[in-house]
């Protein structure tokens, strides 16, 4: 499975997904959050997060373009590089040595998509034009590791 649909009606159903996705991941891994302003791609970081029970720490990386969560079962690295004025920025940044360390989620991890590694997660957010609370998270694999994983994802959800 490289590509499927989930709808997520509230917040609280994006934080169980991205729950549930971090069950699956561990160091080395990279997920790209992408889709408009307030689609809720931090909201899935701190979901993912509290996996780790990291949530209550979550701040937005959107100024220091990353910030760092250490724990004993994975280091998580957030990053925010919508204001990066470009890819030379980021590895600038030394923002790929980040990608062996730990698990990278990044937000508009599309505008760096020359530095990201060969493999990893998309997931994009739509908003619903006509309910509020609603968006579809259309997730892609690219990477037979990361197929494995949409197909657990995918078993737990449907
Ligand atoms: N189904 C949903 N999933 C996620 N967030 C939702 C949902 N419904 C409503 N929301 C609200 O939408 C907002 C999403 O904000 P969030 O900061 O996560 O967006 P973002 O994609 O990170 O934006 P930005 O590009 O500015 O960083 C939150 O206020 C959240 O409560
Ligand atoms: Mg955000």
């Known amino acids: 499975m490289k590509l499927?649909?989930?709808?997520?009606?509230?917040?609280?159903?994006?934080?169980?997904?991205?729950?549930?996705?971090?069950s699956y991941l561990s160091n080395g891994d990279t997920v790209v959050l992408t889709g408009e302003l307030g689609c809720g791609k931090t909201k899935f970081t701190e979901g993912f997060l509290s996996y780790f029970n990291l949530q209550d720490e979550i701040s937005s990386p959107t100024f220091n373009i990353v910030?760092?969560?250490?724990?004993?079962?994975?280091?998580?690295?957030?990053?925010?590089?919508?204001?990066?004025?470009?890819?030379?920025?980021?590895?600038?940044?030394?923002?790929?040595?980040?990608?062996?360390?730990?698990?990278?989620?990044?937000?508009?991890g599309e505008l760096i998509e020359e530095a990201l590694p060969l493999e990893y997660l998309k997931i994009s957010f739509q908003k619903d034009p006509s309910k509020e609370n609603t968006r579809t998270l259309k997730f892609e694999a690219f990477g037979n590791n990361y197929e494995t994983i949409?197909?657990?994802i995918k078993e737990e959800f449907h």
């Open 4 to 22: 499927f649909y989930l709808t997520s009606n509230s917040s609280d159903e994006t934080m169980k997904i991205a729950k549930t996705l971090a």
């Open 67 to 108: 910030q760092e969560y250490l724990c004993t079962a994975a280091n998580i690295y957030h990053f925010d590089v919508y204001r990066l004025a470009d890819v030379d920025e980021f590895y600038a940044i030394g923002g790929e040595e980040y990608f062996e360390k730990g698990i990278c989620l990044i937000e508009w």
């Open 150 to 152: 949409l197909n657990h």
